[in-house]
């Protein structure tokens, strides 16, 4: 078995770029030599977390760093795609800390040595606790807080950066985290969920600011996740549910960042469940992008319901991740085609795609059949949304390494590489070779 495309597929050129991802929470540990932040406190309280765990330890990439790039580096991607941990990087006093900004700084320059592009997220989530002991995101004054902190970390690394990601999926922070309050800081309410979530944009936008300045050779734009909504029948009523879910859901977060509104439903929510925005925040939040990278797993189903604007329904007799998410590649290509339609655009990576399966080692290899038959469909559906239009640059895995999986914990293997938290040892899965092959027989077809 080999990923399979058409020939003249762009996907086979080297133009195209390839990587693989991560996020500081999840793989780094070393928990007691940064400050604390939101997910720490999150793990402590019982319940949350489906096997108990927590981010003390992970995949301990703080000690095994270079082991884990000289991995990516035999992989023979283009690129890598990591996050930076705020309260590694940035003391109470909202000083740089020079420990946790050296090791970034040796990180990137072995990735530049080695010749792997590296793609920085800003914030993928590890909100420092003491900001959040002040309101964390429902405070305005957050926003700040975190174009101080790209401020001085763009500034230290320099032109060591080859893309910027201000923020990996706000959507997660506000809703999972605000509004649902099934990921840190585990708060819940409307109200808080789209105060949230406007905070965050603005963050967004203020930090896009601070990139065109301090970073202007490099690529910089916001990382956004989709989970397009499908109606569960062709009912006018199933039809508008899955249109308002859709908005809801999805375009909160990309309209104001293409656009600078909010989609129209902002006007049916109870008026104190509405944001507050200051004059001046739309036109802050719509920066212009050098690109957006855009993360697809699965798409939903919904359908009308008497007392809520829409419900979730859950696929049945549908193939399935270990994540209980149906697999369905069609979808990841319309969703490019209709956001390509939509908004204008700026090139799209996609910054994540993949999924958990059951993986087990026998005989020390990890057969995993149905990440590869998931991650060939969806380089298929990369390859036809290119066809249709869309300009699309790159592609980036989730994950490299079987790592902490949110309120799943580590039960959830998303890797491309087997993690064995007992050794911490790394075995590379069928998967993470079939991706080499592909990504080193490319040529130039220009
Ligand atoms: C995401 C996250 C990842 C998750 C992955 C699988 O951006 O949602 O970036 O941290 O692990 O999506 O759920």
């Known amino acids: ?4 495309l058409p020939e003249h597929s762009t996907l086979l050129d080297k133009s195209f770029l390839y990587g693989t991802a991560t996020a500081s929470f999840q793989i780094e540990g070393d928990s007691t030599s940064r400050l604390p932040c939101i997910w720490d406190t999150f793990c402590a309280t019982a319940g949350n977390i489906a096997d108990a765990s927590n981010g003390d330890q992970a995949c301990e990439h703080i000690a095994k760093w270079r082991e884990d790039i000289d991995l ?14 705020w309260p590694r990087v940035i003391g109470f006093d909202g000083k740089l800390n020079p420990q946790g900004v050296d090791f970034y700084i040796q990180l990137l320059e072995y990735l530049i ?5 590296p793609f920085v997220t800003l914030y993928h989530w590890d909100l420092p606790q003491h900001i959040e002991d002040n309101g964390g995101w429902l405070n305005r004054q957050t926003a700040y807080l975190f174009r101080d902190y ?3 970390i763009t500034q230290a690394f320099g032109e060591r950066v080859h893309s910027y990601a201000t923020l990996n999926e706000p959507f997660c922070s506000a809703y999972l985290g605000y509004e649902v309050g099934i990921h840190a800081p585990g708060l819940t309410g409307q109200d808080k969920g789209k105060q949230a979530a406007h905070h965050l944009l603005l963050a967004h936008g203020l930090a896009m600011q601070v990139l065109r300045k301090n970073s202007p050779k490099a690529l910089n734009g916001i990382v956004l996740n989709f989970t397009p909504a499908y109606p569960v029948s062709d009912s006018q009523a199933d039809i508008n ?4 879910a859709d908005d809801y859901l999805n375009h909160w977060y990309a309209e104001p960042v293409f656009n600078g509104c909010y989609p129209e439903i902002l006007n049916q929510l109870p008026a104190e469940n509405r944001p507050q925005i200051e004059e001046g925040d739309m036109q802050i939040i719509a920066q212009p992008l050098d690109y957006v990278g855009i993360n697809y797993y699965t798409r939903a189903f919904y359908k009308a319901d008497d007392n809520l604007p829409y419900c979730a329904i859950s696929p049945k007799g549908v193939e399935l991740t270990a994540m209980g998410w149906e697999v369905y590649p069609d979808a990841f290509r319309d969703l490019l085609i209709d956001l390509n339609k939509r908004y204008t655009l700026p090139p799209v990576y996609i910054t994540e795609n993949g999924a958990a399966t059951d993986d087990e ?12 038959n998931y991650i060939q469909g969806h380089l298929l559906a ?28 580590y039960v959830k293997r998303f890797g491309i590489v087997y993690v064995d938290y007992q050794t911490q040892q790394r075995t590379k899965k069928r998967s993470a070779e079939l991706f080499t092959e592909l990504v080193t027989t490319r040529i130039n077809q220009a």
């Open 1 to 4: 078995m080999k990923f399979k």
């Open 72 to 85: 990516i580096h035999s992989l023979g991607v283009d690129a890598y795609r990591f996050s930076i941990s």
């Open 113 to 117: 040595e080695l010749g792997i592009k």
């Open 150 to 152: 790209v401020d001085l």
């Open 241 to 244: 549910a899955a249109a308002y």
């Open 361 to 372: 080692i026998i005989d020390g290899s990890v057969d995993d059949q149905q990440r590869i």
């Open 382 to 409: 990369v390859h036809q949304a290119i066809e249709a239009g869309v300009d699309i640059q790159g592609y980036f895995v989730w994950s490299l390494l079987d790592n902490f999986e949110w309120a799943e914990g």
